[in-house]
């Protein structure tokens, strides 16, 4: 079992930056690739990024290319470096671990609980 708590999340302008922090504790919890997804309100859950868990293979979704950046320190604790916010950005967003990578939710076994961002415009 492999529990996940995000922190980090909070009101922000646009333009501006934010850091979301994952910290997974469990057994065997840093074998496992890491992702981040978010879901705003009415809408499906999102696929944001993922890094593999020696942190040398990254992947991001189209919507937040270039802006966000996701890391590890192939241990426990996974970060997503937010840039440039845009309102769009506003969401709940949701740490996840599971034994392939990928953007498909269903590739990731454990999930925490959320933190929210909010980006003002």
């Known amino acids: 079992q492999v529990q996940l708590v995000e922190s980090g999340g909070g009101l922000v302008q646009a333009g501006g930056s934010l850091r979301l922090f994952c910290a997974a504790s469990?057994?065997?919890?840093?074998?496992?690739?890491m992702a981040w997804f978010r879901q705003a309100p009415g809408k499906e859950r999102e696929f944001v990024a993922a890094v593999s868990r020696s942190g040398g293979l990254t992947i991001y979704g189209d919507s937040v290319k270039g802006r966000f950046t996701i890391s590890s320190n192939a241990k426990t604790t996974v970060y997503l470096q937010m840039n440039s916010l845009i309102p769009e950005d506003t969401a709940v967003y949701y740490c996840?671990?599971?034994?392939?990578?990928?953007?498909?939710?269903?590739?990731?076994?454990?999930w925490g609980q959320g933190t929210q961002v909010t980006v003002s415009s």
């Open positions: 996840a671990a599971g034994n392939a990578i990928g953007a498909d939710e269903n590739l990731f076994l454990y």
């Open positions: 469990g057994r065997t919890a840093s074998t496992y690739n």
